[in-house]
C-alpha cells in the first residue's frame, strides 16, 4: 500500500491483447477512484501471478480509447456473460502492467 508499504493480493479481471503484447490489461471494478489505482499511480512498480508464473511489471492507468475498445472486445470473449454482468462500464478503470524485461520475478 501506498501509506503502509504492505504488500497486497488484489484478485483481478485481466486479459493479453496480443501474445507479443508486453502488456497485461487488468480491470478495476471500482475505477480510478479505487485504493489499486491510487496504490499503483504512487508505486507503478508491481508484482502479476498469472497462473504459476510470476512476473515483474510497471504499471499505468489507460485512457486510450482504441486501446480501451480493443480491451472490451478481447474481455467480452474471454469472460462472456459472466463479466458483462459483474460490470459498469462508466466505471472501471483499465491499466496496463508491462512486463518489465519480460522476466520472472
Request: with cysteine.
Amino acid at each position: 500500500g501506498r501509506k503502509t508499504n504492505k504488500i497486497y493480493n488484489v484478485p483481478v479481471w485481466y486479459v493479453q491483447i496480443d501474445q507479443c503484447d508486453p502488456n497485461i490489461y487488468c480491470l478495476s471494478r471500482r475505477g480510478s477512484s479505487s485504493q489499486w489505482i491510487k496504490n499503483i499511480t504512487a508505486e507503478p512498480i508491481v508484482s502479476l501471478k498469472i497462473g504459476r508464473l510470476s512476473y515483474s511489471a510497471r504499471a499505468c492507468l489507460i485512457t486510450e480509447s482504441d486501446v480501451v475498445e480493443q480491451f472490451w472486445k478481447l474481455f467480452r470473449q474471454k469472460y462472456g456473460i459472466a463479466g458483462k454482468l459483474l460490470l459498469d462500464r462508466r466505471r472501471v478503470g483499465l491499466v496496463s502492467c508491462r512486463i518489465i524485461n519480460g522476466r520472472l520475478i
